[in-house]
């Protein structure tokens, strides 16, 4: 099985699924203590959290279906997920150490950027059945 579209897939799922439990449901941002408790609130969550969330991982789905899209995909795949993480470092050296969910949270994006890497690089190598560009 190819590492490129199994990346991708599993990062779409991620980011799918988290956009449509947080387009539906904005209060679940409590779980990493913010509560958009009023209306401009709210819609600023399912904004960002929630629609840019399922448009990536929309984007993602579709870059999984084609192979001429691996790159891009893994590319926007890799520095979503690594600019998370990067915000979460900087934020563990200023503001100290947050609550458990936020550090699985980040385990899960190092992982899904790790994994992104990784992919790029057996495509690149012609591992993963295709020539490196």
Known sequence: MRLAPVSLTLAAAGFVGFGL?????PG???LVELEPVTATARS????IFGGMELGV???LALCARRREW????LAAQ???LGGAVTGRLVSL???GTPRPVTLVLAALELAGAALAAVALRRLDAGVDGEAGR
């Open 57 to 59: 991982g929309v984007l």
């Open 93 to 95: 050296a200023v503001d």
């Open 78 to 80: 890799g520095l979503a």
């Open 28 to 30: 679940l941002l409590a």
């Open 21 to 25: 439990a947080l387009l539906v449901a």
């Open 70 to 73: 691996y790159r891009v995909g």
């Open 44 to 47: 600023d969550a399912r904004a």
